[in-house]
């Protein structure tokens, strides 16, 4: 015996099954239309001149022995003595970087060790990190890599008002093509904004004595927003 299906239930159902029926209709005459279309693939760059603002100097401490535990033991007790010496610096953030020991056998001497590690210095005020460095190479450690970085909030500062040229120019440009091939823009189908980000990597700048102070200058680094854009392309309307 089959189940009687209310009337209002089967009204639903048919108003269901008609409007999947429109939205797939619907659906198949914009894929087509978009089709019929000219796709065009833009990228779009905005960029400034930034100065590097963030100044990273790594430093090492080296020592060498007959063996490994007293080796262990120098580099131990000389790098407590950096890190208490750099942490009464205000505004320079302090880490520990690479540690290694191992063992050496020349050919025509004793076998040593040698061993070594890092403290990495990082600040905005250049003055007092270039000081703290000078202080620590009269300790007796060695400045390794001297580096000017752009800071992560000044690249994210740039940001927004670089995504916004970028995006106009984009714009412009688009219509300009658009204009010459003798067809107006319909609309964008597709765009990947990245995040701003400078422009090749910090090269080293320094000038240091061994017992003085590293000298070195900023420079500037290049900020940069990249958009890329697919954009759908058709005849005027008349």
Known sequence: MRERVPSGARQVRVLLVMAVAVFASGHALAQDADQRMTVLHLSQSAERSTIRDLLRVE??????GADARS?????NRRML????RARQVQGVRVETGSYNVGEERPQNGPARWRGSQ?????GKDADST?????ALQSDGLSTSTLTYEVAPETVRGAEEDLTAE????????AASIADRMHLAVVRFRDVRVGNAETGGRPVPRLAAMAMAAPVAEPGEAMVRVTIEAELLLAPPRP
Do not use: F
């Open 71 to 75: 080796v262990q033991a120098a580099i």
């Open 118 to 122: 890092s403290v990495i210095l990082t």
């Open 59 to 64: 430093l090492r401490v080296e020592e060498t």
């Open 81 to 84: 003595a950096a890190l208490d």
């Open 166 to 173: 970028a995006l106009a120019a984009l714009d412009h440009r």
């Open 130 to 134: 270039l000081k703290l460095a000078g």
